[in-house]
């Protein structure tokens, strides 16, 4: 599975858009990009994922750049229940086990 | 509904002896994994299971960790002679069947302090 990058830390007011991104420039064709988070003392929860289309549901918009070399995490109205560390992976049609990174802590203030 | 809930919540044991973790997945749910979560990391995988059998075991760290899911639905983590290293949180998580697209619903954990 492709290695994915992402900031250590954010930042957000809460009721503002939280946009979290993440690098994975050697994705390859098959190869999913999946967000999970974890807020504090929790197990980790399914957010969204995609292949190369733009998705969105309930909880948040995944926005995949044409080449799929990056993508951007949209939580569009935060609140303080949002905060936790969020997770990217690239996750290829045959794996089975998610690979977790360090994640992005997002932490939205009030 | 009921999510996955693993037992105990926490443990205390001590170097050198035998714990179990316990997994309550979703009813229905075929696939089972089981992740550890060290401080400050993302949880790391250990071991797959498809029904009854371990589809994937190459993440357990060495052969003192074994786990079993006879009936398909509950599944036990067994550690033989803890090490202080083996302290971390043991996640569980189920999903519908093994497919890529099948989102996988984490249990709370079990904090595992191994003095």
């Known amino acids: ?110 | 509904g009921a999510g996955v809930s693993q037992t105990p919540s926490n443990k205390v044991t001590e170097k050198g002896k035998y714990v179990e973790l316990r997994c309550d997945p979703i009813s229905g749910h075929t696939a089972l994994y089981w992740y550890r979560q060290s401080l400050g990391q993302g949880p790391e995988f250990l071991i797959y299971f498809q029904g009854t059998g371990a589809a994937d075991d190459s993440g357990l760290p060495n052969d003192r960790f074994f786990a079993v899911r006879p009936e398909g639905s509950v599944s036990t983590l067994k550690i033989q002679r803890t090490e202080r290293g083996d302290s971390a949180v043991y996640l569980c998580a189920s999903s519908l069947s093994g497919a890529l697209y099948n989102e996988q619903f984490f249990g709370p954990g079990t904090r595992l302090t191994v003095l």
């Open chain 1, 1 to 110: 599975d492709a290695k994915t990058t992402q900031p250590t830390s954010m930042d957000c007011a809460e009721g503002r858009a939280a946009n979290l991104p993440c690098n994975h420039s050697t994705i390859s064709g098959n190869e999913y990009v999946y967000w999970y988070r974890q807020i504090h003392s929790q197990g980790p929860q399914y957010i969204i994922h995609g292949l190369k289309n733009n998705e969105t549901n309930e909880m948040a918009s995944l926005i995949i750049t044409e080449d799929r070399k990056s993508s951007t995490l949209i939580l569009p109205h935060a609140t303080l229940r949002d905060t936790a560390v969020y997770y990217c992976i690239a996750l290829s049609g045959s794996a089975r086990q998610l690979t977790f990174g360090s994640g992005t802590q997002l932490t939205v203030l009030p």
